[in-house]
């Protein structure tokens, strides 16, 4: 069970757009529509920003988004803001009851 | 409101057992499934595995060997064993529910608790 795919790092300026991509096989991101989004800050304990793809859970604000094509899943915040700098996991069920994480991506406000 | 808590030793010696429980105040744990997700200093997040209220288990193929899950559901309670830990298994160990049924809806967290594995 090989971690899923993401960028290391991404940035971007308030009031832009940036987007995280998640890759994995068909055997998880691509087999199921079943993927989760975290954010996590320095020091503290992750945060569901999206899951089954693109639904947000109550209290996450409309600039996060959630997408999929084939085996590679996407987060996109618009409207990029400094609070929004964070580690980012995605997360998906990977069949028969197991779970795979990716390996984080480090998005930086300009 | 849930609120999950760790708790068990900081401290683990290399080659024995690393054990920790998560109470689970705020809510049943005879529902969903109820998650071990751990994260060595400075890298990613890995699921473990998952217990669930009837007592089912299922665990990262990369554990299996070395893992257990179990739950108490009189005490609101579920626990982690993992064996023949080495200093790999340094993390900080958080208990997760999920509330779906496809082990990725991850809604509630506990705090964490670090583990160190040292002689």
């Known amino acids: 069970q090989s971690a899923l795919t993401q960028p290391r790092s991404v940035s971007g300026s308030p009031g832009q757009s940036v987007t995280i991509s998640c890759t994995g096989t068909s055997s998880d991101v691509g087999g199921y529509n079943y993927v989760s989004w975290y954010q996590q800050h320095p020091g503290k304990v992750p945060k569901l920003m999206i899951y089954d793809v693109s639904k947000r859970p109550s209290g996450v604000p409309g600039r996060f988004s959630g997408s999929k094509s084939g085996n590679t899943a996407s987060l996109t915040i618009s409207g990029l803001q400094a609070e929004d700098e964070a580690d980012y996991y995605c997360?998906?069920?990977?069949?028969?009851?197991?779970?795979?994480f990716g390996g984080g991506t480090k998005l930086t406000v300009l | 409101q849930v609120q999950l808590q760790e708790s068990g030793p900081g401290l683990v010696k290399p080659s024995e057992t690393l054990s920790l429980t998560c109470t689970v105040s705020?809510?049943?744990?005879?529902?969903?499934?109820w998650n071990w997700i751990r994260q060595p200093p400075g890298q990613g997040l890995e699921w473990i595995g998952y217990a669930y209220y009837s007592g089912s288990t299922n665990y990262n193929p990369s554990f299996k060997s070395r893992v257990s899950m179990s739950i108490d559901t009189s005490k609101n309670q579920f626990s982690l064993k993992l064996t023949s830990v080495t200093a790999a298994d340094t993390a900080v160990y958080y208990c997760?529910?999920?509330?779906?049924?496809?082990?990725?809806?991850?809604?509630?967290w506990g705090q964490g608790t670090l583990v160190t594995v040292s002689s």
């Open positions: 997360c998906s069920y990977a069949g028969t009851y197991t779970s795979v």
């Open positions: 997760a529910r999920d509330s779906s049924d496809w082990l990725h809806l991850f809604d509630y």
């Open positions: 705020g809510g049943s744990i005879t529902r969903y499934s």
